[in-house]
């Protein structure tokens, strides 16, 4: 069982699930541009941008509640450049102090105890730190980028929107993002291709909306970046 909302977070979304309490699972978590803050049964972890689909391997009835930052602004909040988090998982305590990190965790227990939302605690805790990133966060910046590779427009555009130079845009990306303009576009079209495959889209219809040259093209992107097939993606 997967649910989310929007957050009071600007950008994010809260999102919790239970696994199966019949048996283990296996979960396929798709690359999506973005960080998470996830409390995992009592534990505290950050989940970083992700490059290719991360399997987990769920106990039964295992519960997760998370606050899942949109591309390029969890480093405002978590405090680290993205790219020290590409595909990565850790605790919370290695990013923020020990002690501000246990209780966080303890709020979070103690509201899942008394059936209050643990999402509620994340997102206060993120709303008392913003502006924590190790370097200025410029929205013009990650707003120019996410919105010219979702249009799939080159590099070089992105970067005269955004008023930098290639190479410094490409720094940017990293800190904010994980990766590069191009990596983070993959990403995104992935993602839209998928969506629109569960929602009923014939592929070849699917390829040609999202901005793929083919039908083939998007079945190469698809298992590159999850590992499976589109088809099994939808199944």
């Given at each position: 069982m997967y649910e989310e909302r929007a957050s009071r977070?600007?950008?994010?979304v809260v999102w919790w699930s239970v696994s199966p309490g019949s048996a283990a699972a296996a979960r396929r978590v798709l690359p999506d541009g973005c960080m998470d803050?996830?409390?995992a049964d009592g534990a505290l972890l950050v989940a970083g941008p992700d490059t290719a689909a991360h399997v987990v391997a769920d106990r039964p009835g295992a519960r997760y509640v998370g606050l899942r930052f949109g591309p390029g602004t969890g480093p405002a909040v978590l405090g680290v450049p993205a790219h020290e988090l590409r595909d990565r998982r850790v605790p919370l305590a290695e990013l923020w102090p020990g002690a501000q990190a246990r209780r966080l965790a303890e709020r979070a227990g103690e509201a899942a105890e008394l059936g209050r939302?643990?999402?509620a605690v994340l997102e206060e805790a993120a709303g008392l730190r913003p502006g924590a990133a190790p370097g200025?966060?410029?929205?013009v910046v990650v707003t120019a980028v996410v919105n010219g590779v979702r249009a799939g427009l080159p590099v070089a555009r992105i970067a005269a929107d955004a008023g930098v130079g290639e190479r410094r845009l490409h720094r940017r990306c990293l800190d904010v993002f994980g990766y590069g303009p191009r990596t983070l576009g993959r990403i995104l079209r992935m993602n839209r291709a998928v969506d629109l495959a569960r929602g009923g889209a014939p592929f070849a219809t699917v390829a040609a909306v999202a901005g793929y040259a083919d039908q083939a093209h998007l079945s190469r992107e698809v298992r590159s970046l999850t590992g499976v097939t589109l088809g099994a993606l939808v199944r």
């Open positions: 977070v600007p950008g994010a803050v996830i409390w939302s643990v999402g200025p966060v410029d929205a």
